[in-house]
């Protein structure tokens, strides 16, 4: 069974930085797309953004509202994905998620999930 | 900008039929998926692709995608389906992924 595990979240003022890492025994997670969502407290989901596999050119995109502040990179060899997030900013607030990206083509869905971890931006 | 429209809270008694909408322009030319997330837990999708069933999710569970409007239908409620529902799909303009705005189903 595919599991995903996050680590990392936590407490941080704002304008400081935070790495949230993802990791992904069990599967061979160099062929995987990963995608980060997120979800402030009380509110939906949002898509925070992807990283596709190193053989499918390792590119990555970003929402608007992380655009430029966040970063999503890859170790293969350590089966691990991560968000370094800076510049962060009280409205950042929210539990992260890291999940498989299952893009095909003109589609992808998400499945499966990690357990999250908080991260909180407050002063 | 890809909206998602789905209504805040649909309610149901147990055995009964929940169909939770998920409004978007032209939403029927796009495929949607479908996600569960119980209070406290992370997501689980449900369906995928308009009308498929990932392995372990009940039949009572099922999708549909026309026009306007795709549908999520909860068949035969059950107290464990109690729970926040959503849609999403992938905006071909952005290339980026849009989720709908949340369904909480209470079973009344």
């Known amino acids: 069974e595919m599991q995903l595990v996050e680590s990392g979240g936590g407490l941080v003022k704002p304008g400081e930085s935070l790495r949230l890492s993802c990791a992904a025994p069990g599967f061979t997670f160099s062929n995987a797309w990963m995608s980060w969502v997120r979800q402030a407290p009380g509110k939906g989901l949002e898509w925070v953004g992807r990283i596709k596999s190193k053989t499918d050119g390792g590119t990555t995109d970003y929402a608007a509202p992380v655009k430029g502040t966040f970063t999503i990179s890859r170790d293969d060899s350590k089966n691990t994905l991560y968000l370094q997030m800076n510049s962060l900013k009280t409205e950042d607030t929210a539990v992260y998620y890291c999940t498989i990206d299952m893009a095909v083509a003109a589609t992808g869905w998400f499945d499966p999930w990690g357990q999250g971890t908080l991260v909180t931006v407050s002063s | 900008s890809n909206v998602l429209t789905q209504p805040p809270s649909v309610s149901v008694a147990p055995g009964k039929t929940a169909r939770i909408p998920c409004g978007g322009n032209?939403?029927?030319?796009?495929?949607v998926h479908w996600y569960q997330q119980r209070p406290g837990q992370a997501p689980v999708l449900v369906i995928y692709y308009d009308n498929d069933r990932p392995s372990g999710i009940p039949e009572r569970f099922s999708g549909s995608n026309s026009e306007n409007t795709a549908t999520l239908t909860i068949s035969r409620v059950e107290a464990g389906d109690e729970a926040d529902y959503y849609c999403q799909v992938w905006d071909s303009t952005t290339d980026h992924y849009v989720f709908g705005t949340g369904t909480k189903v209470t079973v009344l």
């Open positions: 032209n939403i029927g030319s796009k495929i």
